[in-house]
């Protein structure tokens, strides 16, 4: 059948699924590389998820696992001529990866928005905050400077913004890491978008402030039905948060699921290191904190097979497989809980119950 092309110039809605569902998101075989002086740096390499409106999914892993390449991939947002995407984005019926530039650039702010990692150096130090939340409103809408600027403080105070009025002429350095925080939230929000990406959102904010920032990500995106994807390391945040669980190394995904499956019955060793490198504060730990031997691998020479099993303690259970063929999400539930591990189903049970659940 021949596809349609949309007025816009964007490709059409992709088919539905068999059920008949449609992802407000769907990212399709992503691969993001960087050629480089010393060879290709596959940051992405084959990533596939999707995500619903009202949704909450958690994209987790350590530092240079592909989280934050992910979402500047879905906002367009890489520098021109620097990456080599392939792959497909869909974005509610849109896709992203063939569109042009300037066809994105009508869609970040308004259909999707990013709440970056570190908003002093994500927001402009010559302009006053309240003018930045202005550009981004009236970039989407027709509408007065003065209109906007009430949008703009209105968006302030449901922020937390104390004094928003007040607020809206002070400069980024003003305000301390929190407020910052909360602004970038502000702008984001602006043109109430229908997904948000927020990439290490808690980052170097202290425990209660944190606290804060979640319940806001929530409460607004209960109200506004957003897509939201919380990009982060730190596994207490997507405890907190997220409905759906991604867990990325080298640059694909080593296991997904229902945030309450991954917690409870985690099945990839990736994923049994980082929850035995949590703390635990709702009861008493007998044991020492397990933190994942070995470094994450190069992303320009990732290794052949399971690209952990270098750091691995249950590689040569395989059968030789984790250092020859690398392993494919297939399920292991009725619930969408998915992992790519060589390890027979049953041994990684055994293996999870008498040494694993005992220390976490």
């Not at 105070?157 to 400069?171: E, L, M, N, T």
């Not at 602004?183 to 602006?190: C, K, P």
């Not at 497989?321 to 049953?346: K, S, W």
């Amino acid at each position: 059948m021949t596809e349609n092309v949309l007025a816009d110039g964007l490709s059409p809605m992709p088919p539905e699924s068999a059920d008949g569902a449609r992802a407000f998101l769907d990212v399709r075989d992503l691969r993001v590389h960087f050629p480089t002086d010393d060879g290709v740096v596959k940051a992405v390499d084959g990533l596939s998820f999707s995500i619903e409106r009202g949704k909450r999914l958690g994209i987790v892993g350590e530092s240079g696992s592909g989280k934050s390449v992910t979402s500047l991939s879905i906002m367009g947002l890489h520098k021109a001529g620097a990456a080599k995407i392939s792959g497909e984005i869909w974005l509610g019926g849109q896709e992203l990866v063939s569109a042009g530039p300037e066809q994105v650039r009508k869609l970040r702010g308004r259909t999707m928005a990013m709440i970056f990692q570190d908003p002093l150096s994500a927001m402009h130090p010559y302009y006053s905050v309240g003018q930045q939340i202005v550009e981004a409103y009236r970039l989407h809408h027709d509408v007065s400077k003065r209109d906007a600027r009430a949008r703009a403080v209105e968006l302030l105070d449901r922020v937390g913004i104390p004094q928003a009025a007040r607020r809206f002429d002070d400069y980024p350095h003003h305000f301390s890491g929190g407020m910052r925080q909360r602004a970038m939230i502000a702008m984001a929000l602006s043109c109430n978008p229908e997904l948000l990406i927020a990439d290490e959102p808690t980052t170097a904010l202290d425990v209660t402030v944190q606290a804060q920032i979640l319940d806001l990500i929530r409460d607004l995106q209960a109200e506004f039905n957003s897509a939201v994807i919380i990009i982060t390391h730190d596994l207490g945040v997507v405890a907190e948060l997220a409905d759906d669980i991604l867990v990325m190394y080298g640059g694909r995904a080593i296991e997904t699921g229902a945030a309450a499956d991954v917690f409870a019955t985690p099945q990839h060793p990736y994923t049994w290191g980082l929850l035995g490198s949590l703390p635990r504060w709702d009861r008493e730990r007998t044991e020492r904190l397990m933190p994942i031997p070995g470094s994450p691998p190069s992303l320009i020479n990732v290794p052949s097979g399971c690209a952990f099993h270098p750091r691995c303690a249950y590689d040569e259970l395989t059968g030789g497989l984790a250092t020859t063929v690398r392993p494919e999400l297939r399920a292991v539930g009725t619930n969408g809980h998915r992992v790519a591990c060589h390890l027979p189903d049953e041994r990684r049970r055994q293996i999870f119950d008498d040494e694993i659940r005992p220390k976490l």
